[in-house]
């Protein structure tokens, strides 16, 4: 079930659920713990599963108002939570932003993390042409006061291959009305956290310092973080698998959630 504790002054939301070795989830930017159902339904039997919410997504609440919330602080904010529920040993499983925090949180705490997974992900810095379309649809969506119907839709091809737009309309659609009726009191602090993620530091250096097992996965269409960036982590890593899931783009976790859960079993356990 979802608890909320208070950190840093801010009310954040989390899943909690099963007992045994502990899972830390990072979920991507604009969705929520829901997006590693599949997977947290599945390993739940086995372990206990943690899902903490990003600040203004989900039960979580906003931050303070500024202009750029840095991934720095954020991974500051999942080391705090980690420390306050007393995570001794745990593994990150992070797929986008999630995948950015969770290697920081790993070099940070090499005695507490046990394994690591990175998926659809990408530590390096983003390059100029990137960078500058994200912070443009971050631009409309503040100008706009939100999700506009028209960012919305371009938005979509950005986590989502062409097979999951043609074939699960009711995903996609999931993720539209939850764009669409996002609500108006977060929409600031998404959008610093998104500028923060946007303009975050080069951490490509960083990975050879993590030692334990990695799991480096990535949808083959992904087009927000294509497998070219996995596969440069993974060659950063000094333990690391690289698998690529077909069928998918950037949310492989409900695009082919079965794919991604036997993947998550075989590495786990």
């Given amino acids: 079930m979802k608890q909320q504790i208070h950190l840093q002054g801010k009310t954040l939301s989390y899943l909690d659920i099963g007992e045994g070795p502990v899972l830390l989830f990072g979920h991507s930017y604009l969705w929520d713990a829901g997006m590693w159902s599949a997977q947290v339904n599945r390993l739940s039997a086995h372990f206990r599963c943690l899902v903490p919410e990003l600040w203004g997504h989900g039960g979580s609440g906003p931050i303070p108002d500024c202009e750029v919330y840095p991934l720095e602080t954020l991974t500051d904010d999942l080391q705090a939570f980690v420390s306050l529920l007393e995570l001794d040993c745990f593994t990150p499983i992070g797929l986008s932003v999630g995948g950015m925090w969770a290697p920081r949180l790993a070099q940070r705490l090499p005695g507490q993390v046990e394994r690591l997974v990175i ?68 929409i600031r602090s998404v959008l610093a956290l998104g500028k ?48 690529i899931i077909s069928g998918a783009g950037h949310i492989p976790t409900v695009e082919q959630p079965d794919a991604v859960t036997r993947s998550l079993v075989d590495f786990l356990m």
């Fill in 196 to 243: 923060g993620i946007f303009t975050r530091p080069d951490f490509l250096p960083g990975l050879s310092e993590i030692s334990c097992p990695t799991l480096v996965m990535c949808g083959e269409q992904d087009r927000s973080r294509p497998p070219a960036e996995a596969e440069r982590m993974a060659e950063r890593l000094p333990n690391a698998t690289l698998e």
């Fill in 119 to 186: 998926m659809d992900s990408d530590v390096g810095e983003e390059s100029p042409e990137s960078q500058a379309r994200f912070l443009g649809m971050i631009q409309m969506a503040r100008q706009a006061g939100g999700f506009a119907p028209p960012l919305v839709e371009a938005c979509l091809p950005f986590f989502f291959c062409d097979q999951t737009l043609e074939e699960k309309p009711e995903v996609v659609d999931a993720f539209r009305q939850q764009l669409l009726q996002w609500p108006q009191e977060n």
